[in-house]
């Protein structure tokens, strides 16, 4: 099955510093991969994703890179603000035709204004 | 749109009793899927339904069961709870599963004692 690896941990920055958190995937059948911000008490919200056929996508201070030959992906915020500080997950997804998503284990950013 | 909706959100059960826990999709959302969330495992994948049918499944002993509904609310029930099974269950759907973006909802945070 699939093994996703989220680095690092944790990652704490200064506001208006950038942050990168990276994964890396183990089965090359995959082909879609989100990534999740999970607040306290809450569920995770989906900010972004990317499909195999593309190699970056941008949305306003957030931008995915996925490199298909290295199996790996990242995850970058521009600017931070406070209000980033929260646990991000990436997943993949397998091309079985079934919706099951395999997880990092996540990556506590905090930002201190 | 009204987002996933899971309730109870909070529940709090002794070892041996049982437990059924409900997700309500987005309106249109044909695919429920289920995952249980851990400090030490973090987010796993327990199983997807998909038009009344369990489509997948994941790595979880038999006490762990769930239905989908015409409706295509989703219920899933644990048996004979034990400690281990204190976590945050957090369902997710999407319009028709494989590589539809997947939104999650709140999550029930389920204590055994």
């Known amino acids: 099955g699939e093994n996703v690896e989220q680095h690092p941990s944790t990652l704490s920055v200064q506001e208006g510093d950038s942050a990168v958190i990276k994964c890396t995937y183990s089965d090359s059948a995959s082909n879609y991969f989100p990534w999740y911000k999970q607040e306290l008490g809450k569920g995770p919200q989906l900010i972004i994703d990317?499909?195999?056929?593309?190699g970056e996508k941008k949305d306003q201070r957030i931008a995915v890179t996925l490199n298909k030959t290295a199996k790996h992906f990242s995850l970058h915020i521009t600017e931070t603000q406070p209000e980033d500080s929260a646990v991000y997950f990436c997943a993949a997804l397998m091309n079985s035709g079934y919706s099951t998503l395999t997880f990092g284990k996540g990556t506590m950013l905090l930002v201190s204004p | 749109k009204a987002g996933v909706t899971q309730t109870p959100r909070y529940l709090i059960k002794t070892r041996g009793q049982q437990v059924t826990l409900s997700c309500s999709p987005i309106s249109g959302h044909r695919s429920v899927s289920w995952y249980q969330q851990t400090p030490g495992q973090g987010l796993q994948f327990l199983f997807e339904?998909?038009?009344?049918?369990?489509?997948n499944k994941g790595n979880f002993p038999g006490r762990f069961s769930g239905r989908q509904f015409s409706n295509s609310r989703s219920e899933m029930n644990v048996s004979t709870l034990e400690l281990g099974d204190s976590a945050l269950y957090l369902c997710?759907?999407?319009?028709?599963?494989?590589?539809?973006?997947?939104?999650f909802g709140p999550g029930t945070r389920l204590t055994v004692l």
């Open positions: 990317i499909r195999s056929n593309v």
């Open positions: 339904y998909f038009s009344e049918t369990q489509r």
């Open positions: 997710a759907s999407n319009p028709q599963g494989a590589t539809d973006t997947q939104y």
